[in-house]
């Protein structure tokens, strides 16, 4: 399962409310991702890293950011929830032939 | 147009059937090919990966690429009940982002 945990793995809350996940590896693996995965549209990307303190945007990055002060986690944070925000979450680490080893995932509902 | 095209199904097929899984591309940078099998409520987990056209083989899954037509394949043989889950198409150039398709739903029908 390359090491990946997920916390908390569902959440509800309210729209305005701020939301951490995170994501916690233990293979000191450089490259992590987040991404959200809804019907019809499939997994999209919303931050990456490529080592502590260095992150950049993905496709779907608007109403998000992370922040990555050790090699083992990385944090998404919905600063303020909107329900549009709804969806599965998920985190990923990437291998040495730049395959993409994924979480359990996060079930957020904002309600 | 979506970089990566994927038909959504759902594809029921018998229990024994080959299936055969299908996805397009419009990038001729995409390198690297990859099959991921995702069961409800389950995070995707890695099936097959591939970076040259042509075929690789893993106990009853082949995936085939084919670089001139933008067109990879998996194959299923032997169908079995518990292959019943969704699966994703996935390819990346030599920088980061994976782009993925939107993934078929198979039932396998015993």
């Known amino acids: 399962d390359a090491g990946i945990t997920q916390s908390p793995r569902h959440k509800v809350t309210e729209t305005g409310t701020p939301v951490t996940l995170r994501c916690h590896q233990t293979e000191n693996h450089r490259y992590m991702y987040w991404y959200r995965q809804d019907p019809g549209h499939g997994l999209r990307l919303i931050h990456y890293?490529?080592?502590?303190?260095?992150?950049d945007k993905g496709e779907v990055s608007d109403g998000y950011s992370v922040s990555r002060s050790k090699t083992e986690d990385f944090l998404l944070t919905l600063e303020s929830a909107t329900s549009s925000q709804t969806s599965v979450y998920f985190c990923?680490?990437?291998?040495?032939?730049?395959?993409?080893?994924f979480g359990p995932g996060t079930r957020l509902t904002v309600l | 147009q979506k970089e990566v095209e994927q038909d959504p199904g759902p594809l029921s097929v018998p229990e024994g059937a080959i299936v055969s899984l299908n996805c397009t591309y419009s990038n001729s940078a995409f390198q690297y090919f990859m099959w991921y099998r995702q069961y409800s409520r389950k995070g995707p987990e890695l099936l097959m990966y591939?970076?040259?056209?042509g075929n690789k083989e893993d106990g009853r899954f082949t995936a085939q690429v084919d670089k001139s037509s933008k067109y990879i394949s998996l194959f299923i043989r032997d169908s079995q009940p518990s292959d019943s889950a969704t699966y994703l198409c996935a390819m990346i150039t030599g920088a980061n982002n994976l782009f993925f398709g939107t993934g078929t739903r198979l039932t396998i029908i015993p």
């Open positions: 990923a680490i990437r291998g040495i032939s730049n395959e993409q080893f």
């Open positions: 591939t970076y040259s056209s």
């Open positions: 890293s490529y080592g502590v303190k260095d992150t």
